[in-house]
């Protein structure tokens, strides 16, 4: 299994960004996703994540409004869709997928497969 995450890159303040994540080795539609992502000095942190028992998106509060994700099963890959972008944006993004049936924005060990991680600078 490997998921290969790309997109990252420098971004004004307000601007947007969208992530991909390919995934190869499995079926996405069969598995929760989500992003993480983290801040030099700082803990990995969920971003939001997609449950595949009820196929809702859950949020952490600091992208609600700003964040979304979708998923292309034909393309077997998902995005992280990312506006009115801050400073404190600022972080190696990460996508994880994996087979927990919990409802909720997910732990990082709730997940089994890992992307490489893609770094989104936020900065004038």
């Known amino acids: 299994v490997q998921l290969q995450a790309s997109g990252g890159g420098l971004v004004q303040p307000g601007g947007s960004l969208k ?6 080795g499995l ?17 990995r942190e969920g971003v939001l994540s997609t449950s595949r ?36 944006d600022t972080a190696v993004y990460y996508c994880a997928t994996g087979l927990t049936g919990r409802i909720g924005l997910l732990a990082s060990y709730e997940y089994d497969y890992w992307g490489q991680g893609t770094q989104v600078t936020v900065s004038s």
């Open 19 to 24: 992530l991909s994540c390919a995934a190869s």
């Open 27 to 43: 079926t996405l539609d069969h598995y929760a996703i989500g992003w993480f992502r983290q801040a030099p000095g700082r803990e």
């Open 53 to 88: 028992i009820d196929g809702l998106t859950y949020y952490a509060d600091s992208v609600k409004g700003r964040f979304t994700i979708s998923r292309d099963n034909a393309k077997n890959t998902f995005y992280l869709q990312m506006n009115t972008l801050k400073p404190e």
